[in-house]
């Protein structure tokens, strides 16, 4: 459903990757993180779900 939901996000969306404070694990979303629950890890927005997604990949909050 979360798929789904960023799917139908506007053509000029930005995307984020978000790491959940209490999960410790990383996702992307459509809406900047508020900083609390879950705080933005990464270069900032990115243009495409795609690029949020590589990014995962590469980035060390993610992946330890």
Not at 20 to 41: E, F, L, W, Y
Request: aromatic share 6%; with cysteine; proline share 2%.
């Amino acid at each position: 459903a979360f798929s789904l939901a960023l799917a139908t996000q506007a053509l000029a969306a930005q995307y984020y990757v978000a790491l959940d404070s209490s999960t410790k694990q990383c996702q992307v979303v459509a809406q900047k993180p508020d900083g609390t629950s879950m705080k933005m890890v990464g270069s900032g927005a990115y243009k495409s779900e795609a690029d949020a997604e590589k990014a995962i990949q590469s980035l060390t909050e993610c992946n330890s």
